[in-house]
């Protein structure tokens, strides 16, 4: 699987929106760029995750390059519960186009959102 | 949908001893992980399987870790002989094999060693 490279922390103000950058610069074409995230002492919680297109659902925004080397993983009104860390894992796809097997956490991007 | 349920939440037991966690996966969800997360790092893969089979296994799975789904429901964590190092959160998740195979995790099992 290819590896990720994400800043070790940011921080946000409540509110405003929060922008975690997603470095896959060796990301294969049938790889999916996933975005979890871990409240401290719970398990990860699943946000998104593509392929190509940007993406949206009720928790966030993908975005991902043209060349799919790097994505952006957007709260678009933070709130102090988004204080997690956010792991970008990228995930092989079978010759169907499904992503599956195992994930590859790396350190992720503690995010700090302040009043 | 209930999710992933794990069992025990937290133990604490003596070095040497054994001990043994329960996942209960999403129902009807085919493939089953576990990982292992200690302070301050991300979770790590232990091992996973699709249906009854065990299909891969790490290296940090040594010969004192045995994992078991002997229906295809739920799973075993059973670590024998602990030691001081094996204190970690234990994680388990569950995924379907139709498309949007996304991986859901439980609440994880907290192993003190000591």
């Known amino acids: 699987d290819a590896k990720t490279t994400q800043p070790t922390s940011m921080d946000c103000a409540e509110g405003r929106a929060a922008n975690l950058p997603c470095n896959h610069s060796?990301?294969?074409?049938?790889?999916?760029v996933y975005w979890y995230r871990q409240i401290h002492s719970q398990g990860p919680q699943y946000i998104i995750h593509g392929l190509k297109n940007n993406e949206t659902n009720e928790m966030a925004s993908l975005i991902i390059t043209e060349d799919r080397k790097s994505s952006t993983l957007i709260l678009p009104h933070a709130t102090l519960r988004d204080t997690a860390v956010y792991y970008c894992?990228?995930?092989?796809?079978?010759?169907?186009?499904?992503?599956?097997?195992?994930?590859?956490f790396g350190q992720g991007t503690i995010l700090t959102v302040h009043p | 949908d209930t999710g992933v349920s794990q069992d025990p939440r937290h133990k604490i037991t003596k070095r040497g001893q054994n001990v043994t966690f329960r996942c209960d996966p999403i129902s009807e969800h085919n493939r089953l992980y576990w990982y292992r997360q200690t302070l301050g790092q991300g979770p790590e893969f232990l091992t996973y399987f699709q249906n009854e089979a065990q299909l891969e296994k790490s290296r940090l799975l040594s010969d004192r870790f045995s994992a078991e789904r002997p229906k295809g429901s739920f799973s075993t964590l059973e670590i024998q002989r602990t030691e001081q190092g094996d204190s970690a959160m234990y994680l388990c998740?569950?995924?379907?094999?139709?498309?949007?195979?996304?991986?859901?995790f439980g609440e994880g099992s907290w192993l003190t060693v000591v």
């Open positions: 998740a569950s995924s379907p094999t139709e498309s949007g195979n996304t991986i859901y």
């Open positions: 894992i990228v995930r092989v796809a079978n010759a169907g186009g499904t992503s599956y097997g195992k994930l590859t």
């Open positions: 060796t990301i294969s074409g049938n790889e999916y």
